[in-house]
């Protein structure tokens, strides 16, 4: 049988340890806007949603600097 979206929708997702919750809030409150972070083995990835142009450019002059 196929597997359809809502069956991977109802698995829960891997507990983030503690320490990587406190980098996500120490960076969120840093920048103002949501970070998550995402391992993966030996890397992972940081994503940053911003709401506005104005974050999004505040953003990519920080990335720049």
Known sequence: SD??????????AAEKD???RAI??????A???KIAINHHGEGGE????Y???DQFDALCR????
Request: glycine share 4%; hydrophobic share 45%.
């Open 31 to 33: 920048l103002g806007m």
């Open 46 to 49: 940081i994503s940053v949603r």
């Open 51 to 53: 709401e506005t142009l």
């Open 24 to 29: 996500e809030k120490l960076l969120s409150d």
């Open 3 to 12: 597997v359809c979206s809502s069956d991977l929708a109802a698995k829960p």
């Open 18 to 20: 503690a320490d990587t």
């Open 62 to 65: 920080l990335l720049s600097a």
